[in-house]
Nanobody, 124 residues
Framework: QVQVTESGGGLVQAGGSLRVSCGASRRTSSNNAVGWFRRAPGKEREFVASISWNGDTTNYADSVKGRFTISRDYGKSTVYLQMNNLTSEDTAIYLC?????????????????WGRGTQVTVSS
């Protein structure tokens, strides 16, 4: 079993930036793609971004393209989501998930291990 833990959420003003982090309990995640998802109040969980096992492929939801950047630090077994120019529409619980294979996109069924999430609140 792989435990996934998110951190770095918080309260930020509109137009500001925040970086959330994702760590896994085993280095298994180094061979797997990792994705970020979010769940806003009253909405379904949705895909935000993903990164392949070696970092050569990234995918983003249209709503965050040009504002969010996903990256990974293999030495720390950590995946980051840098979020810039935040708006109130970005307010949500952000969840990290480890995929079943080395590449993965937006399909939630491709992800095997999930964290519990970190709250990001953007004030207008």
């Amino acid at each position: 079993q792989v435990q996934v833990t998110e951190s770095g959420g918080g309260l930020v003003q509109a137009g500001g930036s925040l970086r959330v982090s994702c760590g896994a309990s085993r280095r298994t995640s180094s061979n797997n793609a990792v994705g970020w998802f979010r769940r806003a109040p009253g909405k379904e969980r949705e895909f935000v971004a993903s990164i392949s096992w070696n970092g050569d492929t990234t995918n983003y939801a249209d709503s965050v393209k040009g504002r969010f950047t996903i990256s990974r630090d293999y030495g720390k077994s950590t995946v980051y989501l840098q979020m810039n120019n935040l708006t109130s529409e970005d307010t949500a619980i952000y969840l990290c998930a480890v995929a079943r294979g080395p590449y993965s996109g937006s399909s939630q069924s491709n992800y095997q291990y999930w964290g519990r999430g970190t709250q990001v609140t953007v004030s207008s």
